[in-house]
């Protein structure tokens, strides 16, 4: 005959078929399981698809190892770590970039200061300052060759120096100074060094 | 089922292993291989995944061999091998990728109207495999804890008292994740009642 049970203890069977399944219950708890599955078909259907589950797993086939399990020597031996060097290398390149920057700051500072300062590094920078020097005198009407002779050039050439022909001071470069391209290698340098690094050492 | 070894020559390996002896312990492993490689295999899902987390396993053990303080080696190993797969997954996690699987899972139907087959008799056995690749995806759609519970005790047949020193986790946490992935997988199965080999169609 039909038996009405509260909701809770449907729920309170249904969370203990396992245990039962595995003879887990003590007797008390296992009467009280019995006779609900004796008298409610719902639970008893839970209980049965529940049981056949299990059933299937247990006789699911065991998958061996497709080949020997074994390690070789190589696996055990402590590795170093392959991508140390690119971090070392990143480091590197950042030590060089200071240093460049560096330079480079100071050599524009320097031209700032000077009394007529000129955008222009065409030529490499240790070459720079022996050229630019004249250069910034050019500009000038007088002196024409600089100090080298300082007090004849008013008297030799009266007449008014032309421009220098090239490079004018006022026209921006075409390409950009051998510093800026040097910094801007530098830089993707560490970027790229340390991008490399960080894939090397994504988990797998 | 792996030959497994008479006591007293696994603890003369072990012991050999110990101390450094990669022959010894590579002997160890054949014993226990294809266990091993199951647990993995149905915690991983695939064999790739499988083979990777076995290895890194046998190298964390054999370089951690002087922390095997007696007992059960295979469970000893079961256990670093079960760490290496939930190790992974959580690292998948990181990088979770859409699983449709949890989609169908979540629309469960009730469990009314089902007829399920003798699981002894001939035509289950010929139905096997193709239940066994259904239950395989069942346990694949499983929460990691409540899967490597579920591998160890109806996969591979410990004992509750078993994986809980497997897995260092309290008895009444081994009792309750198997019950809830029991449910699961049942579940599984309902909604997937149209992919159930033969007879088990309603």
């Not at chain 1, 080949?67 to 060097?85: F, N, S």
Request: hydrophobic fraction near 45%.
């Amino acid at each position: 005959m039909p038996v009405r049970f509260r909701f809770d203890e449907h729920q309170w069977v249904r969370e203990r078929l396992s245990l039962y399944l595995d003879g887990r219950l003590d007797p008390e708890a296992r009467a009280r399981v019995e006779r609900h599955l004796a008298a409610c078909a719902a639970c008893a259907r839970s209980w049965e698809t529940l049981r056949w589950t299990v059933q299937a797993l247990r006789a699911m086939p065991r998958v061996p190892a497709p080949r020997p399990l074994a390690l070789r020597p190589e696996d055990i031996a402590p590795a170093p770590r392959p991508v140390g060097w690119l971090r070392r290398a990143a480091w590197a390149m950042a030590a060089v970039f200071l240093l460049v920057l560096g330079l480079d700051l100071a050599r524009t500072l320097g031209q700032a200061t000077a009394p007529l300062p000129t955008a222009l590094a065409p030529v490499a920078p240790a070459e720079a300052p022996a050229l630019r020097a004249p250069k910034a005198e050019e500009a000038t009407p007088a002196p024409l060759f600089g100090l080298a002779v300082p007090s004849e050039t008013p008297v030799a050439s009266p007449t008014p120096i032309p421009p220098a022909p090239a490079p004018s001071p006022s026209a921006p470069p075409f390409w950009p100074s051998p510093w800026r391209l040097i910094e801007a290698l530098l830089l993707l340098g560490i970027l790229g060094a340390l991008a490399l690094d960080r894939w090397g050492r994504r988990p797998r | 089922m792996s030959a497994s070894l008479p006591p007293s020559e696994e603890g003369r390996l072990i012991e050999a292993a110990r101390s450094g002896d990669l022959e010894a312990f590579n002997a160890l492993i054949r014993a226990y291989q294809d266990r091993l490689y199951n647990v993995a295999f149905r915690i991983m899902g695939d064999h790739d995944s499988a083979w990777d987390a076995v290895q890194e396993a046998l190298i964390s053990a054999f370089r951690g061999i002087q922390g095997f303080r007696g007992g059960s080696f295979l469970a000893w190993l079961t256990r670093i091998v079960t760490h290496a797969c939930y190790d992974e997954l959580r690292r998948r996690r990181r990088r979770p990728q859409a699983s449709l699987e949890a989609l169908f899972v979540a629309d469960q139907t009730p469990e009314t109207e089902m007829t399920l087959p003798p699981v002894e008799g001939p035509e289950f056995y010929a139905e096997r495999r193709e239940l066994a690749e259904l239950l395989h995806r069942a346990i694949q759609t499983l929460p990691e804890d409540q899967r490597i519970v579920l591998v160890l005790s109806d996969v591979e047949g410990y004992s509750y008292e078993e994986i809980a020193e497997i897995l260092r986790v309290p008895l009444g946490t081994v009792k309750s994740r198997l019950s809830r992935a029991r449910m699961r997988v049942r579940d599984f199965l309902l909604a997937h009642r149209e992919l159930l080999p033969g007879r088990a169609r309603p």
